[in-house]
């Protein structure tokens, strides 16, 4: 049989859940607008009902603590397109830097400067000029100026693909300091989560568990495995171990042939990093593979045109009647002593673009005779000016293949940013269902916060009646002794 | 129902988007171009390319073809006074042919001709801004010399037979010279100036020779017909080049506004796109500002 005292207990402790679960409330709106804050739900328990005599009577509630309210597989998922959507975002910022060195020309005649299709066009055109006055100087030394012009923009393009290269090449070491630091904090929050909560959700340190491995992911790409009592291993995209439950691993970086790589427990894990995701996944593939081809294309471009324009010049006779040392197509050699290279002689096509110059400092030498011919035969400059509707370059003419190199470096931009745009909208989608779920709502706080408020009160005044009846049951129906 | 509490924050990235839409638009209107980074349109940025390089060899072409068409003009005149010259010479030998002449008449012929001679190689050795245009490649050295060592005098050639030709963007050849030789100097009989030396030679003594002048009069004839004959070439690349040049500057007419419309900004499309993103931009301003200004949770009702 229940007495008033146990109703006493019971409305008091009512009272004291009240009082707790009312701090849980205060404690979400308190955080709001924490970073990484998991909103918490009051937990309630029923007490074990009293068995009196066969019956069984309730015996209150408990507040046993709060509740985060996480779904960990959608801060998994959301992780996981976040890797993407930061890989894409790197290499889309390098990517729009190298495109900004191929602006497309307007066709105005302010915008020319630094376009190296306007260039290519114009130094073979100058060439076509020649044909029209072979003996004229000015047009010669127009020759040597758009010679110039072009070996200049197109050295000046591969120094600052080189550049960027090495800013890439920095930012992408100095992620791994930060990667390191969160991965040691993860491995400290592991231990203390095993320790504090090792079956159940262990709220605060699980949020911020929670907060580091989500700028992991916008570093580098991972994978997260739950390991018994709460722990959480990390491992890189390819497998490779970044936190075991109460260890981390260092990711160390070193210079291997001019560039950072990355070590992970000794091995080199440079590739699969750059396909992993992560700012770190986008740096290295724009470092090792989009800038690469840029200056791949340029190498080949000025390679090609150097060498095809050096030779013909070589084997023809200049303006003073001296003659090349080069051998003809005819399979005549010339008799002169001093090759006439317009550009540098390229020795390898890697690395040529970025040390391309005109070395040809004298217009007289520009060679528009044929070899054995007088200084008024055109037959040279015809062939060098011929060398642009001719496929030199990797089986195109240079205006084609650097049309090619636009087209081509422009769409790998637009698919990145494409890709780029889908995977941010995949990461706002699920951010937005994340943030539905667990970050505190304001009105359901009000709507807490009143409830609890309305309980609070009725339990207050069950137990000022309870007050009463017990003041009565000791007076024995008198009303003054006790009130 | 769940929401995301945080979808002001969301409204002010869709805010951001639609500003960036705005100065990108902005930036199309004020330069003009609508193509600023090859990525906005990789075909057109590759297209651009080879549509520059076409204008830019147009133009380049066209500038050539003016200045080898003067110098051709200046050849197809240096002809035409060669042959009336020579009509002349030929006249004057006729007429010292038919016999009625005394020696000194005839001498003085032999002196006309040799003024015609000195005035014909003299137009054999035309330049044309410093280069000799009748003298192949060598066009530094003067082509033609005549010495007088023997009888009849030999002129001689000393440029070559090398022929320049301009190339059209269409891979049209176009001959810009003849070799003086092949014109003054011509196979067999119709050596202009070896007829001319002849028939100086014939009239020198004053006693003529009548057969063999009036067979180097003949030779003189047929050099004539062969010089008018080779001046047909230098019109006929005047002719071409005035085709070529006209086809390739309607050319370009066609490439640049093929490359204008390809790159230029469409004011009216990116005006309406601008108007459109400003009125979505206020829109938007309104949303937030009235979402901002009322306190939106249930705990502004509580008292």
């Given at each position: 049989?229940?007495?008033?005292?146990?109703?006493?207990?019971?409305?008091?402790?009512?009272?004291?859940?009240?009082?707790?679960?009312?701090?849980?409330?205060?404690?979400?709106?308190?955080?709001?607008?924490?970073?990484?804050?998991?909103?918490?739900?009051?937990?309630?328990?029923?007490?074990?009902?009293?068995?009196?005599?066969?019956?069984?009577?309730?015996?209150?509630?408990?507040?046993?603590?709060?509740?985060?309210?996480?779904?960990?597989?959608?801060?998994?998922?959301?992780?996981?397109?976040?890797?993407?959507?930061?890989?894409?975002?790197?290499?889309?910022?390098?990517?729009?830097?190298?495109?900004?060195?191929f602006?497309?020309?307007?066709?105005s005649?302010?915008?020319?400067?630094?376009?190296?299709?306007?260039?290519?066009?114009?130094?073979?055109?100058?060439?076509?000029?020649?044909?029209?006055n072979?003996?004229?100087?000015?047009?010669?030394?127009?020759?040597?100026?758009?010679?110039?012009?072009?070996?200049?923009?197109?050295?000046?393009?591969?120094?600052?693909?080189?550049?960027?290269?090495?800013?890439?090449?920095?930012?992408?070491?100095?992620?791994?300091?930060?990667?390191?630091?969160?991965?040691?904090t993860?491995?400290?929050?592991?231990?203390?989560?095993?320790?504090?909560?090792?079956?159940?959700?262990?709220?605060?340190?699980?949020?911020?568990?929670?907060?580091d491995?989500?700028?992991?992911?916008?570093?580098?790409?991972?994978?997260?495995?739950?390991?018994e009592?709460?722990?959480?291993?990390?491992?890189?995209?390819?497998?490779?171990?970044?936190?075991?439950?109460?260890?981390?691993?260092?990711?160390?970086?070193?210079?291997?042939?001019?560039?950072?790589?990355f070590?992970?427990?000794?091995?080199?894990?440079t590739?699969?990093?750059?396909?992993?995701g992560?700012?770190?996944?986008?740096?290295?593939?724009?470092?090792?593979?989009?800038?690469?081809?840029?200056?791949?294309?340029?190498?080949?471009?000025?390679?090609?045109?150097?060498?095809?324009?050096?030779?013909?010049?070589?084997?023809?006779?200049?303006l003073?009647?001296?003659?090349?040392?080069?051998t003809?197509?005819?399979?005549?050699?010339?008799?002169?002593?001093?090759?006439?290279?317009?550009?540098?002689?390229?020795?390898?096509?890697?690395?040529?673009?970025?040390?391309?110059?005109?070395?040809?400092?004298?217009?007289?030498?520009?060679?528009?005779?044929?070899?054995?011919?007088?200084?008024?035969?055109?037959?040279?400059?015809?062939?060098?000016?011929?060398?642009?509707?001719?496929?030199?370059v990797?089986?195109?003419?240079?205006?084609?293949?650097?049309?090619?190199?636009?087209?081509?470096?422009?769409?790998?931009?637009?698919g990145?940013?494409a890709?780029?745009?889908?995977?941010?909208?995949?990461?706002?989608?699920?951010?937005?269902?994340?943030?539905?779920?667990?970050?505190?709502?304001?009105?359901?706080?009000?709507?807490?916060?009143?409830?609890?408020?309305?309980?609070?009160?009725?339990?207050s005044?069950?137990?000022?009646?309870?007050?009463?009846?017990?003041?009565?049951?000791?007076?024995?129906?008198?009303?003054?002794t006790?009130? | 129902?769940?929401?995301?509490?945080?979808?002001?924050?969301?409204?002010?990235?869709?805010?951001?988007?639609?500003?960036?839409?705005?100065?990108?638009?902005?930036?199309?209107?004020?330069?003009?171009?609508?193509?600023?980074?090859?990525?906005?349109?990789?075909?057109?940025?590759?297209?651009?390319?080879?549509?520059?390089?076409?204008?830019?060899?147009?133009?380049?072409?066209?500038?050539?073809?003016?200045?080898?068409?003067?110098?051709?003009?200046v050849?197809?005149?240096?002809?035409?006074?060669?042959?009336?010259?020579?009509?002349?010479?030929?006249?004057?030998?006729?007429?010292?042919?038919?016999?009625?002449?005394?020696?000194?008449?005839?001498?003085?012929?032999?002196?006309?001709?040799?003024?015609?001679?000195?005035?014909?190689?003299?137009l054999?050795?035309t330049?044309?801004?410093?280069?000799?245009?009748?003298?192949?490649?060598?066009?530094s050295?003067?082509?033609?010399?005549?010495?007088?060592?023997?009888?009849?005098?030999?002129?001689?050639?000393?440029?070559?037979?090398?022929?320049?030709?301009?190339?059209?963007?269409?891979?049209?050849?176009?001959?810009?010279?003849?070799?003086?030789?092949?014109?003054?100097?011509?196979?067999?009989?119709?050596?202009?100036?070896?007829?001319?030396?002849?028939?100086?030679a014939?009239?020198?003594s004053?006693?003529?020779?009548?057969?063999?002048?009036?067979?180097?009069?003949?030779?003189?004839?047929?050099?004539?017909?062969?010089?008018?004959?080779?001046?047909?070439?230098?019109?006929?690349?005047?002719?071409q080049?005035t085709?070529?040049?006209?086809?390739?500057?309607?050319?370009?007419?066609?490439?640049?506004?093929?490359?204008?419309?390809?790159?230029q900004?469409?004011?009216?499309?990116?005006?309406?796109?601008?108007?459109?993103?400003?009125?979505?931009?206020?829109?938007?301003?309104?949303?937030?500002?009235?979402?901002?200004?009322?306190?939106?949770?249930?705990?502004?009702?509580?008292?």
């Amino acid at each position: 049989m229940g007495t008033i005292s146990s109703a006493f207990g019971l409305i008091a402790g009512a009272l004291n859940a009240d009082q707790s679960a009312l701090s849980i409330v205060a404690n979400n709106v308190a955080n709001a607008n924490t970073p990484g804050y998991t909103v918490e739900n009051p937990k309630w328990q029923e007490n074990d009902p009293v068995q009196i005599n066969g019956v069984s009577y309730g015996d209150g509630v408990t507040e046993t603590g709060a509740a985060s309210q996480r779904d960990s597989v959608l801060v998994a998922r959301l992780d996981q397109q976040q890797q993407s959507a930061s890989a894409s975002g790197a290499r889309l910022t390098a990517l729009n830097s190298i495109q900004a060195l191929f602006t497309p020309d307007s066709g105005s005649s302010t915008s020319t400067a630094g376009d190296i299709g306007s260039d290519i066009t114009s130094f073979f055109s100058s060439f076509s000029s020649l044909e029209a006055n072979p003996t004229d100087t000015s047009l010669d030394e127009q020759v040597l100026s758009s010679a110039t012009t072009l070996a200049g923009d197109i050295s000046n393009a591969a120094a600052s693909l080189n550049t960027q290269r090495s800013g890439l090449d920095q930012e992408a070491s100095g992620v791994t300091a930060q990667v390191n630091s969160l991965t040691g904090t993860i491995s400290q929050l592991n231990q203390q989560i095993q320790s504090a909560s090792p079956h159940a959700d262990a709220g605060t340190l699980e949020d911020q568990r929670d907060e580091d491995v989500s700028q992991l992911s916008q570093l580098i790409g991972i994978n997260q495995v739950t390991t018994e009592n709460n722990g959480l291993s990390i491992t890189t995209t390819s497998g490779q171990l970044l936190v075991s439950e109460g260890s981390s691993y260092q990711l160390t970086s070193g210079s291997v042939n001019g560039v950072t790589d990355f070590f992970l427990g000794g091995a080199d894990v440079t590739k699969q990093l750059m396909s992993g995701g992560g700012e770190l996944g986008g740096y290295i593939t724009a470092r090792d593979q989009d800038i690469p081809n840029a200056l791949t294309s340029l190498d080949q471009l000025a390679y090609n045109v150097s060498t095809q324009v050096n030779n013909l010049n070589n084997s023809g006779t200049d303006l003073n009647g001296v003659e090349g040392t080069g051998t003809n197509q005819a399979g005549v050699t010339g008799t002169g002593t001093v090759p006439l290279y317009i550009f540098n002689e390229p020795t390898v096509v890697a690395g040529y673009a970025a040390s391309m110059t005109a070395v040809m400092t004298d217009p007289s030498q520009v060679a528009s005779a044929a070899l054995g011919a007088g200084t008024g035969d055109n037959s040279n400059a015809t062939a060098m000016a011929n060398l642009a509707k001719q496929t030199i370059v990797d089986g195109l003419t240079p205006t084609d293949f650097y049309s090619n190199f636009v087209s081509t470096l422009g769409a790998t931009v637009s698919g990145v940013q494409a890709e780029n745009t889908a995977q941010n909208a995949s990461v706002t989608q699920l951010q937005t269902q994340n943030n539905a779920l667990s970050k505190v709502n304001l009105n359901d706080e009000a709507a807490a916060m009143s409830t609890m408020e309305s309980s609070y009160q009725a339990a207050s005044q069950v137990f000022t009646m309870l007050n009463t009846i017990m003041a009565s049951v000791l007076n024995l129906g008198q009303q003054s002794t006790v009130s | 129902m769940r929401v995301d509490p945080s979808y002001v924050s969301n409204l002010v990235s869709s805010l951001d988007q639609s500003q960036f839409n705005e100065q990108q638009l902005t930036a199309e209107l004020s330069s003009g171009v609508s193509i600023t980074s090859l990525s906005q349109n990789p075909v057109a940025s590759g297209e651009n390319v080879l549509l520059l390089n076409q204008i830019q060899q147009d133009d380049s072409f066209t500038q050539s073809s003016s200045l080898v068409t003067s110098q051709l003009q200046v050849a197809d005149s240096s002809l035409g006074s060669v042959v009336s010259q020579l009509t002349q010479a030929v006249s004057l030998a006729t007429s010292a042919n038919n016999g009625t002449m005394n020696a000194s008449d005839v001498k003085s012929i032999g002196n006309q001709i040799s003024g015609i001679l000195d005035e014909v190689q003299s137009l054999a050795n035309t330049s044309y801004q410093g280069q000799y245009i009748f003298a192949g490649g060598q066009t530094s050295t003067t082509p033609f010399a005549t010495s007088a060592t023997t009888s009849p005098a030999v002129t001689t050639y000393s440029g070559d037979q090398d022929i320049n030709y301009l190339q059209t963007p269409n891979g049209q050849r176009i001959q810009l010279n003849v070799p003086g030789s092949q014109i003054f100097l011509g196979t067999g009989t119709s050596s202009v100036f070896g007829a001319l030396n002849s028939l100086i030679a014939d009239y020198a003594s004053g006693t003529v020779n009548t057969a063999q002048a009036v067979s180097d009069t003949t030779a003189l004839g047929t050099a004539l017909n062969y010089v008018s004959q080779q001046r047909v070439t230098v019109d006929n690349s005047i002719t071409q080049l005035t085709a070529a040049s006209d086809a390739v500057t309607s050319d370009q007419t066609q490439v640049t506004s093929a490359q204008t419309n390809l790159m230029q900004a469409d004011v009216a499309l990116v005006s309406t796109q601008l108007s459109l993103s400003e009125t979505q931009q206020t829109a938007l301003e309104d949303v937030i500002s009235q979402l901002d200004s009322a306190s939106n949770s249930l705990f502004s009702k509580m008292q």
